[in-house]
């Protein structure tokens, strides 16, 4: 009788197994000639996976592009070309080195319907605009829809585009051959190549482009084709779900969650408090925690109140289930509860309080980590016991001295001496505190591969009217070896969610000098809204001197910002906004609008565009601060979790206008990271 009523229920989870692979099953992706989710020169309106990140090299006569592309949403892909005219020299430095002419673009699609969203049997649509940002020669916008047919292995795209793309156009692609990544491309390409900018790319004999795109594997995809139907196009792109990601390796690394041995055991002769708080700090320095402190307040309440440092984990989550795991096991059974203070950076960010009946609940597996984590919420930092009231049972000075070691990668592009130049080495160095309050951090820089000394510092075909505060950046990184930063910064939590700081030293490679900040971050508030300023001085080249002489500016030259700062969170989407209102290095006013948007992975993205009265001009336009910048999580690449990050960040031109300096380690960024939740 039993079997005959599983029958129907196992019948119905087969189904939902089945239904629920055929929404998850993919046709392979394409990504075509300018780097635009598509096929040879046209786009479809399908989406690849959120937080991929796409790298292409495109031979396209009489072109050879550089692509980047970047799936920031489930539905909206930015992507980005460096484009070269082959065989013709730039106007302006072409014979001074930098070769042939080059031209850099910006594309977005936005999609507003996909099948993976509950309509498994409508097409997706998209619309998009190509080369939207620079010259603008390239430019298009269009609309499009693309069928998929799994069970055939094909899909039909079928789209309407002015500028560039003038009219109707369309796209197919049939996978015969799905385990061998093996596809079979063509499209209808209504481009007028006779207004092509470039004169060699003029000519076309029949409108229909096909190709084969080979994908041996999902990292890589290698593209050829014939285009304008008289040119051998050839591709070669790598893509990788960054956003997603669980890393490269497992954290075998990690030490298991602490399941014992267990101890709860009262205080009292046979278990000394002294012994019970070292037992406590042995244990959650394997988890990856410092504890610096224990108190044993005897009032109303018997509680224990304990100083962490979280030295290993970008989440809240996985410091939380850490430190619950520990406790659980090993707080006396004559305590009442448990208080947490975690601190990073210096600054005391929150604490949490766990009661001694909720944590033997949770270890005998009556409650779980949500239940208790509902139940020891997230609250501000209560000043710590004084010497008469509690009992000190561990005393630990804070780490004097963590070496870290990370990549470092610079690069510029439209030198006069050649199209890209970059600077590749490793930048390493202590950290730590002095004191046992005072936060200092040194950084040490080394080139292992640079090709930047023969790049000048001017822009000549649009100098710069502004002071010399940041274009000139080149020439602090062509040493061999130099010394980057090397400050104290000291932090306080005033209570009541109000959070203050004092630093000084060499913040960055080209300033110095001293800043302070107060920032207000109630501790459950999705707002935050601060204040900082700072006077900083400008260093030599080499060295460890100063300069007060900056080009373009009369006199004694003493940079000076200062910013009322905004910050939003929109948890839904993992996104953070941020507003940098007030004067910048180059004395111009304005605000600097940021969005950063943070993946299950730890993968950050940001963009960001600087409204300023400079009045800078390029190419007799204004020109205003903008770029993009990427946080990749070091963890990615190692065996076990790390808070390091390896950043890499391109503004548009580099420019004087909205220049900022760093200061140490602004309070927001601190404290937001450690209430990081995914």
């Known amino acids: 009788m039993f079997a005959q009523e599983a029958d129907p229920l196992l019948r119905d989870l087969e189904l939902v197994r089945q239904i629920d692979c055929e929404i998850a099953e993919r046709l392979p992706f394409f990504y075509n000639n300018t780097g635009v989710g ?82 498994p049997f409508l097409p997706s649509f998209a619309m998009g605009w190509n080369d939207f940002f620079g010259s603008r020669d390239f430019n298009s916008f269009y609309f499009v829809g693309t069928k998929e047919w799994k069970e055939y292995n094909a ?79 050839a591709s070669a792109s790598l893509n990788y779900n960054f956003g997603s990601s669980n890393g490269l390796y497992p954290k075998i690394d990690n030490a ?28 959650l320095l394997e988890q990856g925690l410092y504890l610096t402190k224990v108190y044993l307040q005897c009032e109303e309440k018997r509680a224990l109140w304990l ?22 096991r090993l707080i006396p059974e004559n305590v009442d509860e448990a208080i947490v203070v975690l601190e990073a950076d210096g600054v005391q960010a929150q604490q949490y309080t766990y009661r001694e009946q909720d944590l033997e609940k949770f270890r005998e597996e009556r409650m779980d980590e949500f239940e208790l984590e509902v139940l020891s919420p997230r609250a501000e930092v209560e000043s710590p016991p004084n010497s008469y009231d509690a009992i000190a049972l561990f005393r630990r000075k804070k780490p004097i001295v963590t070496l870290t070691v990370r990549p470092r990668a610079i690069t510029f592009f439209g030198s006069t001496s050649g199209k890209l130049k970059a600077t590749f080495g490793v930048v390493a160095g202590p950290e730590g505190y002095l004191f046992d309050s005072l936060y200092y951090k040194m ?23 502004l002071p010399v505060v940041r274009s000139d ?29 004092l630093a000084t030293g060499y913040f960055e490679p080209m300033y110095g000098g001293v800043a302070g900040e107060f920032l207000y971050y109630p501790v459950n508030s999705d707002w935050a809204v601060g204040l900082e300023g700072a006077v900083v001085v400008k260093r030599k080249t080499d060295g460890l001197g100063f300069t007060t002489d900056v080009r373009n500016y009369d006199g004694t030259f003493i940079g000076t910002q200062g910013f009322l700062n905004l910050y939003y969170d929109f948890r839904p989407l993992h996104l953070s906004f941020a507003i940098n209102a007030g004067q910048f290095l180059a004395k111009d006013w304005g605000a600097r609008f940021s969005l950063t948007k943070t993946y299950r992975s730890g993968l950050q993205f940001s963009l960001w565009y600087t409204f300023t009265n400079g009045g800078d001009r390029v190419n007799h336009k204004n020109y205003y601060d903008k770029g993009i910048a990427f946080f990749i999580p070091l963890d990615l690449f190692l065996q076990k979790s790390s808070r390091s990050y390896v950043g890499y960040a391109m503004a548009a031109w580099l420019r ?5 300096s760093r200061t140490g380690k602004p309070l927001y960024r601190t404290i937001n990271g450690e209430r990081l939740r995914y």
């Open 443 to 465: 950084q040490v820089a080394t080139n292992l591969y640079t090709s930047l000394s023969d790049v000048g510092d001017r822009d000549f075909l649009n100098p710069s009217k």
């Open 307 to 328: 100083r962490v440092i979280n030295t290993r984990y970008r989440e809240e989550g996985d410091f939380r289930s850490r430190v619950e795991n520990v406790l659980a």
């Open 38 to 119: 598509g096929y040879l020169n046209m786009p479809s309106a399908r989406m690849n996976e959120e937080g991929t990140i796409s790298l292409g090299l495109v031979s396209l006569p009489p072109y050879t592009l550089l692509n980047l592309n970047f799936q920031m949403f489930s539905h909206i892909e930015f992507s980005g070309n460096y484009r070269i005219f082959n065989g013709i020299l730039d106007g302006n430095f072409g014979k001074q080195g930098f070769g042939n002419q080059a031209d850099r673009q910006a594309n977005v699609k936005f999609a507003f319907l996909r099948p993976s969203e509950n309509f």
């Open 256 to 283: 298991p969650i602490y399941k014992g041995p267990v101890d709860v055991h009262p205080l009292d002769q046979l278990r000394p408090g002294r012994l019970f708080a070292s037992e406590l700090a042995f244990a």
């Open 155 to 233: 899909e039909l795209t079928v789209g309407w585009g002015k500028g560039r793309i003038s009219g109707f156009f369309g796209g197919a692609a049939w996978t015969p051959f799905r385990k061998l990544g093996l596809s079979l491309v063509a499209e209808y390409d209504p481009i007028n190549y006779e207004d092509d900018p470039s004169p060699k790319g003029r000519s076309q004999k029949y409108p229909i482009n096909f190709g084969l795109i080979y994908t041996p594997i999902p990292l890589l995809q290698l593209q050829v084709s014939q285009v304008r139907g008289e040119k051998l196009a």
């Open 473 to 501: 950046k080149v020439r602090y990184y062509d040493s061999t070896i130099s010394l980057e930063q090397a400050y104290l910064q000291k932090s306080f939590n005033m209570g009541g969610g109000t959070f203050s700081r």
């Open 656 to 660: 004087d206008v909205g220049a900022q």
